[in-house]
């Protein structure tokens, strides 16, 4: 909510200025805090951003932020590292950087035992075009009326298995198109969830099939078969939570979405969808994920490196909401599934990472 209030005061504020350097801000900030403070008062300060990615100069505007308000008089106090019989601060200053297509937005939140005061200031930086690294290339593959929950391409691509709610269906690549050869039954333990998930995976003895509540072993040789048991097999360290659609792993905490994905730093704009992606482009983990909030659904890619999530690609739209994304047995490559917004059919692709000219 805190977030949403921001950009829409944002988008009044913010044609006011012009573009200036991030770290000339504190120079204005500083005397907007110390107004709302008593003479020789003592605070803490903390600092939070909620843009994507830490704007150029951030360090700098909060070293030149602590310098200005102790020039006013402020003195600065560290609440992790006071001790106990310290004096307590007068009150807490939290400093907080939010951003929309028109620029910045520092939001100065004064807190004392008597009242909690706000300051603004509008910043816009000079805006520097960067080329993107890589360049998403997409590659439909399958539409059906039923959702697709996973694909596997065999056979170095001329043998696609495509996961449904209730079988497995193999398809062969024969004068230009994918050509029907046969299905097999997926014999569920536990009926799906309302918004169905689900993975397969190569395997040395033909392949895996996991959804929630049934583990399945399956070969093509010498025809399509499929033996399902009731659980929730691991795979890649995580496994199905019965009944819903999200993920779980011994070595983590709680459920969550998606898999094998590194907490960063400006991670903030991603949706929920997220897989990760190798390339020789960059030196960092790629990452391909939905844009959330955007007005159409797009995914773009990002390298997360040191923690930090950076965009490495334009973002690319898609023709309806992502139901379903994975890393693929090719390196480089992810599966993704939307519902198309005007057929209603799902569409299964492969996105690729092309390294930029």
């Given at each position: 909510?805190?977030?949403v209030?921001?950009?829409?005061?944002?988008?009044?504020?913010?044609?006011?200025?012009?573009?200036?350097?991030?770290?000339?801000?504190?120079?204005q900030?500083?005397?907007?805090?110390?107004?709302?403070?008593?003479?020789?008062?003592?605070?803490?300060?903390?600092?939070?951003?909620?843009?994507?990615?830490?704007p150029?100069?951030?360090?700098?505007?909060?070293?030149?932020?602590?310098?200005?308000?102790?020039?006013?008089?402020?003195?600065?106090?560290?609440?992790?590292?006071?001790?106990?019989?310290?004096?307590?601060?007068?009150?807490?200053?939290?400093?907080?950087?939010?951003?929309?297509?028109?620029?910045?937005?520092?939001?100065?939140?004064?807190?004392?035992?008597?009242?909690?005061?706000?300051?603004?200031?509008?910043?816009?930086?000079?805006?520097?075009?960067?080329?993107?690294?890589?360049?998403?290339?997409?590659?439909?593959?399958?539409?059906?009326?039923?959702?697709?929950?996973?694909?596997?391409?065999?056979?170095?691509?001329?043998?696609?298995?495509?996961?449904?709610?209730?079988?497995v269906?193999?398809?062969?690549?024969?004068?230009?198109?994918?050509?029907?050869?046969?299905?097999?039954?997926?014999?569920?333990?536990?009926?799906?969830?309302?918004?169905?998930?689900?993975?397969?995976?190569?395997?040395?003895?033909?392949?895996?099939?996991?959804?929630?509540?049934?583990?399945?072993?399956?070969?093509?040789?010498?025809?399509?078969?499929?033996?399902?048991?009731?659980?929730?097999?691991?795979w890649?360290?995580v496994?199905?939570?019965?009944?819903?659609?999200?993920?779980?792993?011994?070595?983590?905490?709680?459920?969550?979405?998606?898999?094998?994905?590194?907490?960063a730093?400006?991670?903030?704009?991603?949706?929920?969808?997220?897989?990760?992606?190798?390339?020789?482009?960059?030196?960092?983990?790629?990452?391909?994920?939905?844009?959330?909030?955007?007005?159409?659904?797009?995914?773009?890619?990002?390298?997360?490196?040191?923690?930090?999530?950076?965009?490495?690609?334009?973002?690319?739209?898609?023709?309806?909401?992502v139901?379903?994304?994975?890393?693929?047995?090719?390196?480089?490559?992810?599966?993704?599934?939307?519902?198309?917004?005007q057929?209603?059919?799902?569409?299964a692709?492969?996105?690729?990472?092309?390294?930029?000219?």
């Open positions: 909510m805190l977030r209030a921001f950009a829409l005061l944002f988008t009044i504020l913010a044609p006011l200025v012009e573009a200036q350097p991030l770290a000339d801000a504190a120079g900030l500083a005397p907007r805090i110390s107004s709302l403070l008593p003479r020789r008062a003592t605070v803490s300060l903390d600092f939070r951003s909620l843009t994507a990615k830490a150029d100069g951030w360090s700098s505007f909060r070293a030149q932020l602590q310098a200005a308000l102790q020039k006013a008089g402020v003195e600065m106090v560290s609440t992790a590292t006071t001790p106990p019989d310290a004096r307590v601060p007068d009150a807490r200053v939290t400093i907080t950087l939010a951003e929309s297509a028109q620029g910045l937005l520092f939001v100065a939140e004064v807190t004392s035992a008597e009242n909690h005061q706000v300051a603004m200031l509008p910043w816009t930086q000079p805006r520097t075009e960067t080329k993107p690294r890589l360049t998403l290339v997409n590659r439909p593959l399958w539409e059906q009326p039923e959702p697709v929950l996973d694909l596997l391409l065999l056979n170095s691509g001329a043998q696609m298995l495509v996961l449904g709610t209730s079988s269906t193999s398809y062969q690549w024969n004068g230009g198109k994918w050509t029907f050869v046969s299905a097999a039954p997926l014999a569920l333990a536990r009926p799906m969830p309302r918004d169905p998930r689900g993975r397969i995976l190569s395997a040395s003895d033909g392949f895996r099939v996991y959804v929630p509540g049934t583990s399945c072993s399956g070969s093509t040789q010498p025809s399509l078969k499929l033996t399902c048991t009731a659980g929730n097999e691991t890649n360290g496994r199905w939570v019965s009944d819903r659609n999200v993920l779980e792993s011994d070595q983590t905490r709680g459920s969550f979405y998606a898999p094998v994905v590194p907490p730093s400006g991670a903030e704009s991603w949706g929920s969808d997220v897989a990760a992606a190798d390339t020789s482009c960059t030196q960092g983990t790629m990452v391909i994920a939905t844009n959330a909030g955007a007005e159409r659904e797009q995914v773009q890619a990002y390298e997360v490196a040191g923690g930090q999530a950076s965009v490495a690609s334009a973002p690319l739209s898609l023709p309806g909401p139901t379903a994304m994975w890393s693929s047995e090719t390196r480089g490559q992810i599966t993704v599934v939307v519902r198309d917004a057929t209603g059919e799902y569409a692709s492969r996105l690729g990472l092309a390294c930029a000219e």
